[in-house]
């Protein structure tokens, strides 16, 4: 049973940074895609960042230069480092998964960790 526990979310202030994780289980994690998403209040949910099994990497357009995504396969764990923290950036962030590429739907999805940036 595939579960993915994320962790890290908080109360930062404008300019600020965190860093996310994502615990992954039950599943051959270094042979999937990981990926984060977001969801604003009254807003849809978007595609953060997201890393294939061999590193490549994607970022929304919004948060290149800011966001970093990384995995530790040993760990099964996926890191979401966020710097320059902006208003807009806060929303519920969601740690999901899929097997092959990164594109399509992901198949799994965590609980969400909530982050909040205030002025």
């Known amino acids: 049973q595939v579960q993915l526990v994320e962790s890290g979310g908080g109360s930062v202030q404008t300019g600020g940074s965190l860093r996310l994780s994502c615990a992954a289980s039950g599943y051959v994690y270094a042979r999937y895609c990981m990926g984060w998403f977001r969801q604003a209040p009254g807003k849809e949910r978007e595609g953060v960042a997201a890393?294939?099994?061999?590193?490549?990497?994607y970022y929304a357009d919004s948060v290149k230069g800011r966001f970093t995504i990384s995995r530790d396969n040993a760990k099964n764990t996926l890191y979401l480092q966020m710097n320059s923290l902006k208003l807009e950036d806060t929303a519920m962030y969601y740690c999901?998964?899929?097997?092959?590429?990164?594109?399509?739907?992901?198949?799994?999805w965590g609980q969400g960790t909530q982050v909040l940036v205030s002025s």
């Open positions: 890393i294939r099994s061999d590193g490549t990497t």
């Open positions: 999901a998964t899929k097997s092959g590429t990164c594109l399509g739907q992901f198949a799994y």
